[in-house]
């Protein structure tokens, strides 16, 4: 997915991501809110609800934003978008699997398996693909 170097969201997250990188991860957390504040269109509000989800200290907080990410991806009008839907759903999923709700999160991680012919044939995608595979065989252990 391409993304705006110069867009006003895009550019606050990556700063908060560079504050993450010097270990500055309130100083992100921040960056990533300001950004939700500011954010205007569907793929600047998936972009920010996307970092805070990321930072959330409990696993519903993180579960509402990463559904608020999810939500505001299946908005934007772009095919090129649908290579995130495959680590949405796995983030989704492991959510649902941490709370104790095997049912949903099974539920996410076939989602998740669904679009995984959108990824990139790369090492990203095939952590991603692995997640979804650990995921599912751990949640049918725990459903059987």
């Known amino acids: 997915m391409l993304f705006d170097p110069n867009n006003k969201i895009v550019i606050l997250c990556a700063k908060g991501m560079d504050l ?46 990463d559904e608020t990410a ?8 772009d095919n090129s978008v649908k290579e995130t839907f495959p680590s949405l759903y796995l983030n989704i999923a492991k959510c649902y699997e941490d709370l104790n709700d095997p049912e949903n999160a099974s539920k996410n991680y076939a989602l998740a398996l669904s679009f995984t012919d959108c990824l990139p044939d790369n090492g990203y995608g095939n952590m991603i693909k692995g997640g979804i595979k650990n995921g599912l065989l751990r949640t049918s252990v725990k459903r059987g």
């Open 70 to 77: 999810l939500q505001w991806a299946l908005k934007i009008n």
């Open 20 to 65: 993450e990188g010097e270990g500055k991860n309130t100083d992100g957390l921040k960056l990533f809110q300001q950004a939700w504040d500011e954010a205007e269109t569907s793929i600047e509000k998936f972009i920010a609800a996307h970092y805070l989800a990321r930072h959330q200290e409990n696993m519903a907080d993180k579960l509402r934003w």
